[in-house]
């Protein structure tokens, strides 16, 4: 079977192939340029571009996969959570497909797709099937959340931010610090920068057993605000500040991760999204893992911000597992409405 997956929840237009689990192409363009002058995702600016840019971006991974759209099978595409108006324009595109070619269309949870990219590799096949039941997290711009994964269609949330995602946090510190957007990448490498031994003890909030599952990161956020207001603002201390927060934000993911294992008597980990980008906690995660006899799984670089390669294999696997949609499907801005 052969899938053509589509996304744009938010500000990546992507299109990729995928041929029985295997993924033969995954094409992305970004309108990130655009944004970076406001500090954070514009949502119309990022509609207007995807609706200028799903074409080319699906005609690329059809070349790249030496597919015409007569050999596709199937339609994936993210129905949300994410930006109403950016989710439109990737659903309409997938209902002309579908429509025109007269093929399945299927609606994806883009924080599944995050989790099911753990499992990705480029001209493999995904490996997800046997790896069942496992905890796993999303770690990106707009979500922080831990599930109890037992089938492909089965998740369960087990715990999530009570404010801030973590790449929001990371996002809103690098405003605060000057460092542009988006600030996960900028903040990583003014920490890598910072070669003193000095750290600051910013909180780590929610660590006691009776925060369970859940997450804050508004005080940490806040923290480095104040602290930043009140140094003496000389580069070396804007690295400094960087550092610190980021061990704030390893520590915190890799405590409450491993506690949900436990709690869910899991021995294998599945960590996703954009945050886990970031070197120091794939380190940290691995190491932590490791010495915990959990079996960690994290996706290639390629596969860890938003693509479609992701949304193509979960929609291959839904669809496989007995998962409908129709041509009457809407988006779902806010997740609520996915099972
Ligand atoms: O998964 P993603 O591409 O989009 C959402 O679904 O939100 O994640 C984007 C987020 C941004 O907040 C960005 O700052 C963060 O991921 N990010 C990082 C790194 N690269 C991207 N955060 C920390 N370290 C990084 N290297
Ligand atoms: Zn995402």
Not at 22 to 44: C, D, F, N, R, T
Not at 82 to 99: C, H
Not at 286 to 310: Q, V
Request: glycine residues 10%; neutral net charge.
């Amino acid at each position: 079977m052969i899938t053509l997956g589509i996304e744009t929840s938010c500000d990546e237009t992507a299109a990729a192939v995928v041929k029985d689990g295997k993924v033969l192409s995954s094409a992305v363009s970004s309108s990130v340029h655009l944004h970076s002058q406001y500090g954070g995702v514009v949502p119309e600016i990022a509609s207007r571009y995807h609706s200028e840019y799903m074409l080319p971006v699906v005609k690329e991974a059809l070349a790249e996969a030496g597919c015409s759209p007569q050999n596709i099978d199937l339609v994936a595409v993210t129905k949300g959570p994410g930006l109403p108006g950016s989710l439109i324009v990737g659903l309409a595109f997938a209902k002309a497909i579908s429509f025109a070619r007269d093929i399945p269309l299927i609606g994806v949870d883009h924080l599944r797709a995050h989790l099911f990219s753990c499992f990705l590799g480029k001209g493999e096949e995904c490996v997800i099937k046997d790896k069942f039941p496992f905890v796993g997290m999303v770690v990106s711009g707009g979500h922080t959340s831990i599930f109890k994964c037992l089938s492909v269609k089965d998740l369960e949330v087990i715990g999530r931010t009570k404010d801030d995602a973590v790449g929001e946090a990371y996002d809103k510190v690098a405003r605060v610090l000057g460092l542009g957007y988006p600030g996960g990448p900028a903040v990583e490498k003014r920490a890598a920068g910072y070669i003193g031994g000095k750290t600051i003890g910013f909180p780590r909030a929610m660590l006691d057993g009776s925060a369970g599952l859940d997450f804050s990161f508004s005080g940490l956020k806040t923290a480095v605000l104040y602290y930043w207001r009140d140094s003496d603002k000389t580069e070396v201390e804007k690295s400094r500040i960087c550092r610190a927060f980021q061990e704030a934000i390893a520590d915190v993911v890799d405590a409450k991760v491993k506690r949900a294992a436990h709690l869910a008597g899991c021995t294998r980990l599945a960590v996703g999204g954009g945050v886990i980008n970031n070197e120091v906690l794939r380190a940290r995660l691995t190491r932590s893992c490791k010495d915990e006899g959990i079996e960690l799984f994290i996706p290639n670089r390629e596969y860890c911000a938003d693509n479609a390669a992701m949304v193509a294999v979960t929609g291959q696997l839904l669809y496989t597992a007995g998962e409908r949609s129709d041509l009457y499907m809407g988006v779902c801005p806010t997740g609520a409405c996915l099972s």
